[in-house]
């Protein structure tokens, strides 16, 4: 399977700007978009991760892991977030243990949201 990295990419991160400025979301997916994403990761940009007094936020999932909410980023996090996100894609269940996350994944994690299982 495959990883999503969503990027929202309406983010102001508690900025005032002028309605046509880039967002910090728009410059951090552009920052990640722009690096070479980690084998089996897929950056997508969202319109809204409903973090917006944590923002610029980013979610990593994939369907039977943990996901992760992380905010309070900027595009010069963008090495660590695809650190980050490789890393939980070398799992099987998306729980990167503390000390192999990298220290913006320790310090600025929004929520942590248990897989979905399908009703049998």
Same mark, same amino acid.
């Given at each position: 399977? !495959?990883?999503?990295?969503?990027?929202?990419?309406?983010?102001?991160?508690?900025? =005032?700007?002028?309605? &046509?400025?880039? +967002?910090?979301?728009?410059?951090?997916? #552009?920052? @990640?978009?722009?690096?070479?994403?980690?084998?089996? =990761?897929? $950056?997508?940009?969202?319109?809204?991760? *409903?973090?917006? *007094?944590?923002?610029?936020?980013?979610? @990593? *999932?994939?369907?039977?892991?943990?996901?992760?909410?992380?905010?309070? @980023? !900027?595009? &010069?996090?963008?090495? &660590? $977030? @695809?650190?980050?996100?490789?890393?939980?894609?070398?799992?099987? &269940?998306?729980?990167?243990?503390? +000390?192999?996350?990298?220290? $913006?994944?320790?310090?600025? *994690?929004? #929520? +942590? $949201?248990?897989?979905?299982?399908?009703?049998k």
């Open positions: 399977m !495959t990883v999503t990295l969503h990027v929202c990419t309406t983010c102001r991160a508690g900025e =005032v700007l002028e309605e &046509d400025a880039p +967002r910090p979301g728009a410059l951090l997916h #552009a920052a @990640l978009t722009g690096a070479t994403a980690p084998e089996g =990761v897929n $950056i997508v940009g969202v319109e809204c991760l *409903s973090a917006c *007094s944590q923002g610029a936020a980013v979610a @990593l *999932s994939e369907p039977g892991k943990w996901t992760y909410v992380y905010g309070r @980023l !900027t595009k &010069d996090d963008a090495g &660590d $977030i @695809l650190a980050g996100a490789a890393a939980y894609a070398a799992t099987t &269940d998306g729980l990167v243990p503390w +000390r192999e996350r990298p220290v $913006i994944f320790r310090k600025q *994690s929004l #929520a +942590r $949201i248990p897989p979905m299982e399908l009703p």
